[in-house]
């Protein structure tokens, strides 16, 4: 039975959702089996999935791979296919690791556990789903459907200003969606065949118009939820009530949707969009990193701070994607992962220290080092790895964006230039806020205040292995990035190929004199052989 | 002997294994952990003895005549582009081996005496081990990425390191301050780095300079670009190795435990900048350009360092602006082409300035029985005297090495200072000229604390001093006050936020004592390289030249004809203005005959200049991090604001027709569905049209 045949993305999407409806009809009393029972499941899941990948995956093809596709409504055309390929799998991997890990944080939540474990497994197949869906329509009911737990999380469990917060979400992101569905249907109508297949869509030859304004309507959806500046506010507020567990999905997993996504469709299916609009991407991507860097820097309120610091790392992403080369390529996709899990850690750790302070201002903390000695050795390591800490995850992602930009030859010499220098100058702004935040929470003599009406225990085992199980990923890549990057470097290499086709023609088709110009002096200058 | 180099990873592998060992054992089991305590520095010190061991084998092997060994894996890929790291070993990198490991050895044995009372004792050694991995890994690196990886560990260690006592405020912005500074050298660094890749496609330093030259020859590159790179690249150098105008973080950096300024802060992490100049020297060597402002940043850094340490009371600040002075003698030195003498002084420089500052931390210690643990009367000058009669052999080691740095034959520091001026006298007079009179000062200034620290009478006591000592803190805290107008309430304040910090120990007695042996071993062990070191380096017999040599150069046979006259009038002047400048220090500190008080006073303007050292802290505040914070405010301002607010606005107008939407009785299902069918007609049929 358990070959490659078996249908085992669906059931790693089915599994959760299914054992979310058993909890209702669980007997508990007072909320501790339903949280082991949750965890269970999750950990069942996330075996499932890491042993399907193992064994029926081919990591050196750029193929969707493990698909299935089972007719759903006829009608429309519309069916139930998934499958994986290097974009979605590394994602996939991610939820089901950062999904069980949010479950454990989820430890001390005593206030409607059914209901929240409830949401909490419903999420965990949704976010599955949305990365490995096939079919348009079918992306845009798990984009959907996704969105509802997150939005009862926040609502039901959030903080003092939650109500505002939740329907800012909701409104953002399904005020983004309509774009999806509006570009999906017209790219699903254009043409001779109607068809919501992925594939078949991604095959088409749409005209350089169209795939424009479709490009248009992806973007605005994937640009609220990546987020890209300016449509970044409904995060702040979203994460600054969330609550721990939901946090580290917020910033592990539902900001790599957008992310994915924008590859996905914006980036596969409409190259030619793509090579046209990068120069802007590629502006508002410096604008994500030094903006939202100083925002931090600004911000009192920790959480945000760290929301912010969430949207400043989302720019290397975009650097990554707009540079057509295999490289920034990679980068973008192993910073993504990367992201996933050193903003999981760090948003775990402004739950361990709020259940502490009970204070989330960085003006009335201060000292608290001296009580909460391992939680500032965790801190301080998780901020290591944020500002790109050779050694971690973060750097290589990093150092592969800029060494892929700085080489890229899509753009002019100046411009690139520019670029590399604004988003190295992000280079100096990450330590300053992460370390002066650092700084206001734990140095200094101790904060009588605090220290007198707050109980500062230290880190719990719990907690400490929650850490420790995000770090180990987090080293392991960054002393040996191949672990990861090799899995799914097909799958990249076989987009930048596509996409510079797409680039050359543009360059070829435009017979810009000044365009032409410029790339040929940047080859004259890069023409050194490599050996 | 290949065997010695297919393991040579092993060298910063080992002291790696043993920080993670205790690294776990203090998150997992910290209680049990912590009171193992010599249990836990006795393996890391027996880590770093076996690490010592296998440099010095490296060390023979390469002496003996072993080829330059390079091993090599694929570490990250994309594409057709490929990143190799892995180890190199050749002379350079054996001889900072044998000097990285030596220091660190000596520094964490005198550890175990200096923080035998902290109750983070076990986490410094940690911390030790960890940065001794980092250091080691630095100087076998291949390529550029790899030193950077490194260069990047090395600062957090610093970073760690100096905010070892997290409870003083004091520290924690001298970390913060160390990390932030240092990453804007990173930040140079890390653009000349996809520079010089760009350009010439390869990380690996050899080639960058090969291809480099070839580039510029050709005309494809015009050399003001390479120019720039090579600068972008030194900007790294330049914070690491505290040069102007990146040398703000050092001085500062002396918040943390002195065993680390003497290993971090002293003879290995700020050599570091100067490590990677000689590495990249292959690509700097053909870029004149890049060239002068080495050679003129690092004679700048070497007469400001002086000038500030003339007027500095606390011990270790004064050795800190004395250690930004002679890493600008080596820049100096490597800026003018002189690469032996630069790393020579390196070498001399790193055993005789760890000497120092180990010697300051035993002063510290002997001094904290008598004032309390508290770093502004420890560490301040003005409150000892006389201690060579309590430390004899602190007393004799300091000596030796104050002998050393204002360079009188024979000791070490004579040696490479001298061949640096030499070689920067025939490069450009007038950088000779500035590097002889800093001479001079430096003579002057480690005179000036040597004997105010040792002789004369003790002043321990004086308790007129305290007060001044008190006062000018609370000035620096911002309380202006005149003494004569003092709020008790205030002093309360302060001294109360000073005292929590202190993890004491205190039993107070009135006579500062000698450090126990396994202090005083490492002085003395130390004395022995800053006394003779020098001498594999003398011109009339340079084994050190014929090791450490630029790529490339030709190296005169050893037993060579010394042109004599020129050494003797070169030599002779750097002693002779040393001497002067130790007949002055003599006057003024030992036999008291010229008040300094006075010459002060009639120099306010330069007086104040060093003592605030140049403003340049002041100037960096206001415009920096006072314009950093604004600006960042402003952002803050505008996003909540403006971008939020139209959000909020445009959310309010939705929820208004919202509103008014009911009052149709269509159900807002249907017209969702509407528009979406709509708009996607539209946008069918208009791009139909123009498509």
């Known amino acids: ?531 | 002997m290949e065997a010695i180099y297919q393991y040579a990873w092993l060298v910063p592998v080992l002291p790696l294994i043993g920080a993670m060992i205790v690294g776990i054992g203090l998150i997992s089991f910290n209680k049990f952990t912590n009171s193992l305590r010599q249990v836990w520095s006795i393996f890391i010190v027996s880590i770093m003895g076996m690490t010592m061991t296998l440099a010095f084998a490296i060390f023979w092997s390469q002496y003996t005549g072993h080829p330059p060994y390079t091993q090599i894996i694929e570490w990250a890929s994309a594409g057709d582009f490929r990143l190799n790291m892995g180890y190199t070993i050749d002379h350079l990198s054996a001889l900072m081996l044998v000097v990285v490991t030596t220091v660190a050895f000596l520094v964490m044995i005198y550890t175990d005496g200096y923080m035998a009372h902290d109750p983070s004792y076990v986490r410094f050694y940690a911390y030790l081990s960890l940065f001794s991995s980092s250091m080691l890994g630095l100087v076998i690196s291949p390529n550029l990425v790899q030193v950077y990886i490194f260069w990047e560990l090395v600062g957090m260690c610093s970073y760690l390191l100096i905010g070892f006592w997290y409870g003083r405020k004091p520290a924690a912005d001298a970390c913060q301050k160390a990390f932030v500074t240092n990453r804007v050298g990173d930040f140079g660094l890390l653009l000349g780095m996809l520079g010089l890749f760009w350009c010439t496609r390869s990380f690996d330093f050899a080639v960058i300079g090969e291809r480099l030259e070839n580039l510029v020859e050709s005309g494809a590159l015009s050399g003001a670009v390479a120019a720039l790179f090579a600068i972008l690249v030194f900007l790294g150098p330049v914070a690491k190795s505290a040069q102007f105008p990146l040398h703000v973080w050092l001085p500062d950096a002396m918040e943390g435990p002195t065993p680390i300024s003497a290993l971090i802060h002293a003879a290995t992490m700020v050599a570091a900048g100067v490590f990677l100049v000689a590495r990249m020297f292959p690509v700097f060597e053909n870029i004149p350009a890049a060239m002068n402002v080495i050679a003129w940043t690092g004679c700048f850094t070497a007469f400001l360092g002086a000038s500030i340490a003339i007027t500095q009371n606390d011990i270790k600040k004064g050795l800190a602006y004395s250690t930004m002075s002679q890493l600008g003698y080596m820049v100096m030195g490597l800026g003018v082409g002189a690469y032996t003498a630069g790393l020579f002084h390196l070498m001399t420089h790193a055993y005789f300035k760890a000497m120092l500052f180990l010697g300051s931390g035993s002063v510290i210690h002997g001094m904290e029985g008598v004032v309390g643990h508290d770093p502004a009367y420890a560490q301040d000058m003005r409150l000892m005297g006389g201690l060579r009669k309590y430390m004899p052999i602190t007393a004799i080691t300091f000596l030796i090495g104050t002998l050393a740095i204002s360079g009188i034959p024979p000791f070490a520091g004579f040696w490479s200072k001298d061949e640096i001026l030499g070689k920067t006298f025939e490069a450009n007079p007038a950088m000779w000229l500035v590097g002889w009179l800093t001479a001079g000062i430096t003579a002057f200034y480690m005179f000036r604390m040597y004997f105010s620290t040792f002789e004369g009478k003790f002043r321990g006591e004086d308790v007129s001093v305290k007060e001044t000592i008190r006062i000018e803190r609370l000035q620096a805290q911002g309380f202006s006050m005149g003494p004569g107008a003092m709020n008790s309430q205030e002093l309360a304040v302060a001294d109360e936020a000073h005292d929590d910090h202190d993890h004491s120990h205190g039993h107070h007695s009135h006579e500062p004592h000698e450090s126990p042996l396994s202090m005083t071993f490492p002085l003395m062990a130390l004395a022995v390289p800053s006394i003779l070191i020098g001498l594999v380096g003398t011109p009339f017999a340079n084994y050190f030249e014929e090791f450490i040599h630029a790529p490339g150069e030709v190296v005169p046979p050893l037993g060579a004809e010394v042109d004599l006259p020129e050494f003797l009038t070169m030599g002779g002047s750097s002693i002779g203005i040393a001497l002067i400048g130790i007949t002055l220090a003599s006057l003024m500190y030992l036999r008291h005959k010229v008040n300094p008080a006075a010459i002060a006073e009639k120099i306010p303007v330069l007086y104040n200049l060093s003592k605030n050292k140049w403003y340049i802290d002041d100037i960096y505040n206001a415009v920096f991090v006072n314009g950093s914070r604004r600006l960042a405010r402003q952002v803050l301002e505008v996003d909540s604001k403006v971008v939020d607010g139209l959000v909020n606005l445009a959310g309010f107008v939705t929820v208004f027709t919202g509103e008014t939407l009911k009052y149709f009785e269509n159900g807002r299902a249907q017209f969702y569905a509407l528009i979406v069918f709509a708009a996607v007609l539209g946008l069918v049929i208009f791009s139909g049209v123009t498509g």
């Open chain 1, 1 to 531: 039975m358990l070959t490659a045949n078996f249908p085992w993305l669906t059931t790693s999407i089915l599994l959760p959702i299914a054992a979310s409806l058993a909890i209702p009809f669980l007997p508990d009393k007072d909320g501790k089996t339903v949280r082991w029972y949750a965890l269970i499941v999750g950990l069942i899941d996330f075996a499932l999935i890491v042993y399907a990948f193992c064994n029926f995956y081919d990591f050196s093809s750029a193929e969707m791979q493990l698909r299935e596709s089972y007719t759903w409504i006829p009608q429309l055309d519309l069916k139930w296919s998934v499958g994986a390929d290097g974009l979605s799998m590394p994602l996939i991997l991610l939820t089901g690791f950062i999904t069980t890990l949010a479950t454990l944080a989820a430890w001390p939540v005593t206030w409607k556990p059914r209901l929240f474990y409830f949401l909490m497994l419903a999420m965990y197949g949704g976010q599955i789903a949305v990365f490995a869906v096939q079919d348009m329509l079918l992306f845009f009911l798990a984009w959907e459907l996704e969105l509802i737990p997150v939005y009862l999380l926040l609502a039901i469990w959030g903080g003092k200003k939650r109500q505002y917060a939740a329907t800012k979400f909701i409104l953002y992101t399904a005020g983004g969606s309509l774009f999806i569905l509006l570009s999906s249907l017209a790219m699903a109508f254009y043409g001779d065949t109607i068809s919501f297949d992925m594939q078949t869509l991604a095959e088409k030859a749409y005209p350089l118009k169209l795939q424009l304004w479709l490009y248009t309507g992806f973007l605005i959806a994937y640009a609220i939820k990546l987020p890209i500046i300016p449509f970044h506010t409904w995060l702040p507020d979203a994460h600054g009530e969330a609550t721990a567990p939901v946090h580290m999905l917020l910033a592990g997993i539902l900001l790599k949707m957008g992310g994915y996504a924008l590859i996905r469709m914006n980036v596969e299916m409409l190259p030619d969009a793509h090579a046209t609009v990068a120069p802007v991407l590629v502006i508002l991507g410096v604008v994500n990193i030094i903006y939202a860097a100083l925002t931090s820097f600004a911000q009192r309120n920790l959480k945000r701070k760290i929301a912010y610091s969430s949207i400043s790392h989302m720019g290397f992403v975009i650097l990554g994607i707009v540079s057509f080369t295999d490289l920034g390529m990679s980068g973008a996709v192993l910073q993504m992962v990367s992201h996933g899990l050193i903003g999981a850690s760090l948003f775990f750790l402004v739950g361990a220290t709020y259940d502490r302070t009970h204070t989330l201002m960085l003006d009335e903390m201060g000292g608290v080092g001296q009580k909460m000695k391992k939680i500032f050795a965790m801190w301080t390591i998780c901020s290591m790895a944020s500002l790109a800490l050779p050694g971690m995850s973060g750097f290589v992602a990093e150092l592969m964006v800029f060494v892929g930009f700085a080489t890229s030859d899509a753009y002019a010499l100046p411009f690139r230039v520019l670029v590399v220098f604004l988003a190295a100058v992000g280079v100096i702004l990450t330590p300053i806020y992460l370390l002066s935040n650092l700084r206001e929470i734990f140095y200094g003599p101790e904060n009588k205040e605090l220290a007198e009406h707050q109980v500062l225990v230290d880190a719990e085992p719990r907690e400490i292995y929650i850490i420790s199980a995000l770090l180990v990923p987090i080293i392991g890549i960054g002393l040996y990035p191949k672990l990861l990057t090799q899995i799914y470097d097909a799958k990249t290499m076989q987009l930048t190929a596509r996409l510079r086709n797409s680039l050359n023609e543009l360059t070829a088709e435009r017979k810009e004199p000044e365009a032409i110009a410029l790339l040929k002096s940047a080859e004259v200058l890069t023409a050194p052989s490599l050996n």
